[in-house]
């Protein structure tokens, strides 16, 4: 087991060693990428001139939505994007911002960014219905449809969150870091080795899980072991999403990196619902998985077992569970299904390594709503706050979409504090 051990240390080193470095200005440059709902935009000209009105450069977006004009020197820029080059369907967001005013400083690289949005929506409101408000709900399937997609992926981490809860206690702020350490996993096996994205997404899952059930076996084990508290453990749990977090970012860099496959797929009209197939596969794997995971706890050994030390650990153990491999094994799937989830999370936008702090909110308000500790009530939770999310925007801009979902979260909670699916407990 030690020398197991010692070789997956020594791989996992490696592994983040090997991950894309930030790329180091060697002189100064614009830059910036184009996306449009978290898709990128391909064939778009940028132009950039100089404060004294002398023409520097143009660019055109790749398939990957990204541009680069390198500059002369440092100073200040005017950086036009064409909007005539834009693709049908696409629109800037704010109509006056297609010239920016940008600053470059001796030596750096500075981003540069245009909002981009469907054309005919303003500022995230729902375009004006003209044939008797067919617009409107159109926009509001679409919304839906878009809620249910990131809903099932907020499902899918906030069920690993939620079982780890329901058998330890322990609150854990460092799970979006396992999103993102899925996520840059299959980032290294697809764009640094060159395996396609769906073997890669399968390696990540198998490290994903390997890694949790390491995180439970040689830190948290011990923890609980020596008589940790939970408020500690947590705390805890917040230290270790800061250092892993700053880990990402030494080694992967701050610019979001998308996948080499499935990046640049056309949509597909399906009704009034408009998605990339990639969309629709990503779905339904995401529903297979949720339902796997929840039928392996209603009727499988393990399934029970793990229900049992939710309900009582110390019951359980009386009755001859092995506590601690449960939880193992509970921590062990936890870390596959949130691999899983930030590969998910990588495919709808790019892989960063601040994604699934990004998204911790958002879990925390699912498993909180669905009800602490119940592995279902994380599921109808995050679908609740996925659709509150999107739906909101037809009413509110899209800055404040996340409002809705926590607004939410606030009612429901002030009526039953417990959650949707959870249980009353007696207190004292």
């Known amino acids: 087991m030690r020398r197991a051990v010692i070789a997956f240390t020594a791989f996992m080193g490696g592994l983040v060693f090997l991950l894309a470095a930030p790329a180091w200005a060697d002189g100064e440059a614009l830059k910036g990428t184009l996306q449009n709902q978290g898709q990128p935009v391909n064939g778009v000209k940028i132009s950039v001139v100089a404060e004294d009105g002398k023409p520097v450069d143009d660019a055109t977006s790749g398939a990957d939505g990204k541009w680069e004009v390198p500059v002369p020197k440092a100073g200040k820029y005017k950086v036009t994007l064409d909007t005539s080059t ?28 245009f909002a981009l949005a469907p054309a005919g929506a303003k500022g995230g409101a729902a375009p004006a219905a003209d044939d008797g408000g067919t617009s409107f709900w159109d926009r509001v399937a679409q919304l839906t ?123 597909v009209q ?20 949720l339902v796997i995971v929840g039928v392996a706890l209603l009727k499988t050994r393990i399934g029970k077992a793990a229900r049992a030390v939710s309900d009582n650990p110390a019951l359980a153990a009386s009755s001859g569970i092995n506590v601690d491999q449960v939880i193992r094994i509970i921590w062990t799937v936890g870390g596959a299904v949130a691999s899983l989830a930030g590969v998910m ?78 249980r009353r407990e007696r207190i004292g």
């Open 145 to 267: 449809f878009e809620g249910f997609n990131l809903g099932l992926i907020i499902a899918l981490a906030a069920m690993g969150l939620s079982l780890v809860f329901g058998t330890t206690g322990l609150t854990n702020f460092a799970h979006g870091e396992l999103l993102t350490f899925g996520a840059m996993c299959a980032y290294f096996f697809n764009v640094v080795v060159g395996v396609h994205l769906v073997w890669a997404a399968l390696l990540s899952v198998v490290i994903g899980g390997i890694f949790g059930y390491g995180q439970d076996r040689f830190f948290w084990g011990r923890l609980r072991r020596r008589g940790s508290s939970l408020v500690a453990m947590m705390i805890i749990s917040i230290g270790l999403a800061l250092f892993l977090r700053y880990v990402f970012l030494f080694f992967f860099g701050g610019e979001g990196a998308p996948y080499a496959d499935y990046n640049a797929q056309p949509g």
């Open 345 to 422: 999370l990588g495919l709808s936008q790019n892989v960063s390594y601040q994604m699934g702090f990004q998204i911790l909110l958002l879990v925390f308000a699912g498993v909180t709503l669905g009800g602490l500790g119940t592995a279902f009530g994380a599921l109808v939770g995050s679908i609740v706050v996925g659709l509150f999310i999107q739906l909101s925007t037809v009413v509110v801009p899209t800055e404040l979409k996340t409002v809705g979902a926590l607004l939410v979260l606030i009612l429901v909670m002030l009526f039953r504090p417990q959650g949707i699916l959870g």
């Open 86 to 113: 834009l693709p049908a369907g696409v629109a800037l967001k704010f109509k006056d911002r297609s010239t920016l005013d940008v600053q470059v400083y001796e030596g750096s690289v500075r981003n540069v960014l």
């Open 270 to 289: 399906v009704g009034p619902i408009s998605a990339a197939p990639k969309n629709f596969v990503a779905m339904g794997i995401e529903l297979l998985v």
